[in-house]
């Protein structure tokens, strides 16, 4: 049996420690007693970028916000769908993530991070959608379990119509707002609706191989 070593942890600006285990060749990021990430799992959060870049107009020049660097797998998805012309900006509130994504994790990583169309900011990803009125064509955010503060308690202004509202003012005309869940909620999809949005609510499988639980992705349309 393999053992789960601990690598590194780091602390959340305004929440809880993040933990960082290494089990043979594979990686874990957790947060109290949940498990945020894992290497083996990369399914839904590839899926968050290519159906978010498929339901776009002009994926070769797009500008896309990424909330949350996770493992990168949902990065190196886009830039893989994307054109040679696009832009992704990636928000990532932790530093020491991505001083993982550089370090114990570099294989993983594959050189996403020094792509020439990825411009990094550390910080909050709603202090980035404020500060990006029609800017984007898509905004993808995988920060939490699903739409609720998890990671912490101020995240939960992302999910809320204010924040909605601010996430869709961020976004160009038919632009696409995708949310990964780790499980339906249907609280929320009715308040994606009420901020105007059309919802299309896609369930995807944890593992690429299309096995493992089953997530949900919501992807809400502006205009």
């Not at 991505?98 to 169309?117: F, N, Q, S, V």
């Not at 901020?195 to 949900?216: I, M, N, P």
Request: net charge neutral; with cysteine.
């Amino acid at each position: 049996m393999k053992i789960r070593e601990l690598i590194d942890t780091a602390r959340i600006p305004g929440g809880d420690e993040l933990r960082l285990y290494r089990r043979g060749d594979d990686f874990i990021i957790a947060i109290g007693g949940n498990e945020l990430m894992n290497s083996r799992m990369s399914g839904s959060e590839e899926a968050l970028a290519v159906m978010s870049c498929e339901r776009l107009r002009g994926p070769e020049a797009a500008q896309l916000l990424i909330g949350g660097y996770g493992m990168g797998f949902t990065l190196r998805a886009a830039l893989a769908a994307l054109g040679p012309d696009a832009k992704v900006t990636v928000a990532e509130l932790v530093p020491e993530i991505i001083d993982w994504a550089r370090g114990p994790m570099a294989k993983l990583a594959a050189g996403c991070l020094d792509d020439p169309r990825v411009e990094l900011v550390i910080g909050d990803v709603a202090a980035a959608i404020a500060g990006g009125r029609g800017r984007y064509d898509a905004i993808l955010l995988d920060v939490d379990n699903g739409p609720d503060g998890l990671v912490r308690a101020a995240n939960d202004g992302i999910y809320s119509a204010a924040g909605l509202a601010s996430a869709k003012a961020a976004l160009r005309p038919g632009g696409v707002l995708a949310i990964w869940s780790a499980a339906p909620d249907a609280r929320f999809a009715r308040r994606l609706a009420a901020a105007g949005f059309r919802v299309e609510e896609v369930a995807t499988r944890a593992r690429s191989s299309g096995k493992g639980a089953r997530h949900v992705i919501w992807f809400a349309r502006a205009g």
